[in-house]
């Protein structure tokens, strides 16, 4: 606050401190106006007087007896109801674009038919990854997901996979699979139906 100082009693001392209170808080970037704040003085007022307080007779100064934890409790419960709301309003929606690394990776690559042999309950996959996998110490696991037809190589560290390939027949589990020169080499369990 500025080095303006506020004397109760004076000339519309209040109306000056709610003013100044408001710009405080836009500054802040949550959007209370003095109406707003006027509000909040009288949820208040309205929680002093529920809690069994007479605001006049505070300012007499007379001895008022209250549970102070529950006045005080339910006061916080107020004012930051009233907060939160301002600062809802005064938040800028903000709208994330997925890269296109993130973009590619969402969907699955058919994998050509000369790469893929089923035979007893297996499928077998050779699966050229060098250009997703530059770096072959980069610690690699595969997974599956959508019910089995989909297989994701993830890489250590990232929460998207590198590659997703879209399976000819759903699988129940990945057997074994073996990483060599770029090459994926992957057994497959078929989902029995």
């Known amino acids: 606050m500025s080095g303006e100082r506020f004397t109760a009693g004076g000339e519309d001392w209040e109306e000056q401190l709610l003013e100044q209170l408001s710009t405080m808080f836009q500054d802040m970037g949550m959007d209370l106006d003095v109406a707003a704040l006027k509000g909040m003085m009288e949820q208040i007022r309205?929680?002093?007087?529920?809690?069994?307080?007479?605001?006049?007779?505070?300012?007499k100064g007379a001895n008022i007896e209250l549970n102070l934890q529950e006045s005080?409790?339910?006061?916080?419960?107020?004012?930051q109801g009233e907060l939160s709301k301002a600062a809802s309003k005064s938040t800028p929606s903000v709208e994330v674009e997925a890269s296109e690394e993130e973009q590619e990776t969402d969907e699955a690559h058919d994998i050509p038919e000369a790469d893929v042999y089923i035979d007893d309950g297996r499928?077998?996959?050779?699966?050229?990854?060098?250009?997703?996998?530059?770096?072959?110490?980069?610690?690699?696991?595969?997974?599956?997901?959508?019910?089995?037809?989909?297989?994701n190589l993830m890489a250590e560290g990232?929460?998207?996979?590198?590659r997703?390939?879209?399976?000819?027949?759903?699988?129940?589990d990945v057997v074994e699979w073996?990483?060599?020169?770029?090459i994926l080499d992957v057994t497959l369990d078929l989902l029995e139906e």
């Open 46 to 59: 309205t929680q002093l007087e529920e809690s069994g307080i007479d605001p006049e007779q505070l300012e």
């Open 72 to 79: 005080l409790n339910d006061l916080a419960k107020t004012l």
């Open 123 to 151: 499928m077998n996959l050779t699966i050229d990854i060098s250009r997703q996998l530059a770096d072959e110490s980069v610690a690699v696991e595969l997974n599956l997901t959508r019910e089995g037809t989909c297989l």
């Open 158 to 162: 990232r929460p998207h996979p590198l």
């Open 164 to 172: 997703r390939f879209q399976l000819a027949q759903a699988c129940s």
């Open 178 to 182: 073996e990483l060599n020169n770029g």
